[in-house]
């Protein structure tokens, strides 16, 4: 026997031994692999095991912003800002007998600097809500929001004439074809009401807020109409009482494809008697409240007439927001954003005054590759301080302020 023969049947006894022990085993479970899901669009998947489709996206986000050191800001305080921000989106969607069943969470942890020395830390859940055909429940933007604007809203954060806080909601919408819908909803006004603001005493509310809406999305852009109610509850050691505030809005955004693709034209207006907050004065640097008490520029929804605390009034304001973005590219684009909120405060002979305030920012964006923009935007606003109460102790007159802000942001 050749050594060639020896070798080659050791080899074959090896094979034939080895395959009678791989008979013996047990067949291995077929893996299941995540499966695509492109019914709701790009990035969903099969969560393994349901029929329940999960897209998970987010952004990390840097930012550098500077303030104009004005309207009582001391030697000592930081003029220069900074933030780094992650977000975290998850989307879950399953279709039912019933319609479409939706939960989606979003989450934004973030680090800031602040003014003075400090340092702030927190992670906040922007939005967590259900959706269940018409139905939402959760937190969630108002659905008296139209147009956010087309500024970058960052630290730069000059006067809006746009709410963009989320509230806890519960809410219904009825979808009539042809992209008409009508939503009414229950939203809790303590994330972002001002209530009772006056001499003595102290306020709240004892219903939620009631919002209704009318909206239309076409191929032309969209438009909207929404109404709100708002209670004012108020008491001294002498006074109960309670007052309805209300706000109205109106709005159109309208594309032109025309000029450039993702162009767009979007102007809004809102009138507030008693529920300030819909005109967007909280976003403006001179509304006084908290921060600026010294400049006499405050805003509430309700303040008592007298020293006497016995008699109250609603605060009335109104704004109006224009925008208007165009792509020069597909990589870069160019935005102007303007606002204007008057504020008119009934009571004028002790600590509160009338004021205005407009807003001009220009926002530019580079997109050198998909998923990554940097945005540098410059911003100014005016306050004009006027019918001041003689206790106040505040110049009337014009007063303004600049800033500027940096976004390095990639999202995916």
């Not at 299941?32 to 095991?49: A, L, M, R, S």
């Not at 954060?157 to 909803?185: D, E, K, R």
């Not at 494809?257 to 004065?281: E, K, N, R």
């Not at 009571?347 to 990554?372: E, H, K, Q, S």
Request: proline letters at 3%.
């Amino acid at each position: 026997m050749t050594m060639k023969s020896l070798i080659l049947g050791s080899a074959a006894a090896v094979l034939a031994v080895t395959g009678a022990q791989a008979a013996d085993l047990p067949a291995a479970e077929p893996v299941e692999y995540v499966k695509v899901c492109d019914t709701f669009g790009t990035g969903f998947f099969y969560i393994p095991g349901t029929e329940t489709c999960l897209k998970i996206g987010g952004y990390a986000r840097y930012e550098l912003a500077y303030l104009e050191p004005q309207y009582g800001m001391s030697r000592i305080e930081n003029h220069t800002f900074t933030r780094a921000r992650a977000r975290l989106t998850f989307d879950a969607r399953t279709m039912t007998e019933y319609g479409l069943l939706r939960s989606f969470i979003d989450i934004w942890p973030e680090a800031n600097s602040g003014a003075g020395f400090t340092t702030t830390s927190n992670t906040r859940f922007w939005r967590a809500f259900v959706q269940f055909g018409g139905l939402t429940a959760g937190r969630a933007g108002s659905f008296f929001e139209f147009w956010g604007g087309y500024n970058l809203a960052g630290l730069s954060g000059v006067g809006g004439a746009f709410p963009v806080l989320p509230t806890n909601l519960l809410a219904y919408t009825f979808a009539f074809g042809n992209g008409f819908s009508a939503t009414l909803s229950a939203e809790d006004a303590t994330f972002y009401s001002y209530g009772y603001t006056g001499v003595a005493g102290v306020g709240g509310h004892t219903l939620p807020d009631v919002v209704a809406s009318l909206r239309v999305d076409q191929g032309w852009g969209s438009a909207q109409i929404a109404g709100a109610l708002h209670n004012n509850r108020f008491t001294t050691a002498t006074t109960a009482d309670s007052e309805l505030g209300w706000a109205v809005m109106g709005g159109v955004t309208i594309n032109l494809p025309m000029i450039a693709a993702g162009d767009q034209l979007s102007v809004q207006a809102v009138y507030a008697d008693g529920a300030t907050y819909y005109t967007g004065t909280r976003w403006s640097r001179f509304e006084g409240v908290n921060t600026f008490t010294a400049a006499g520029v405050r805003v509430g929804n309700i303040f008592n007439g007298d020293t006497s605390a016995t008699t109250f009034r609603s605060t009335k304001a109104w704004s109006v927001a224009a925008g208007f973005v165009h792509n020069w590219t597909p990589q870069i684009s160019t935005a102007i954003t303007g606002t204007y909120v008057d504020v008119n405060n009934p009571n004028t002979v002790t600590a509160f005054a009338d004021w205005d305030a407009y807003t001009i920012m220009l926002t530019n964006t580079y997109r050198p590759v998909a998923g990554l923009s940097i945005s540098a935007e410059v911003a100014y606003e005016n306050v004009d301080v006027n019918n001041v109460g003689s206790a106040i102790g505040v110049a009337v007159g014009d007063r303004d302020y600049w800033a500027g802000l940096l976004r390095i942001q990639r999202d995916f």
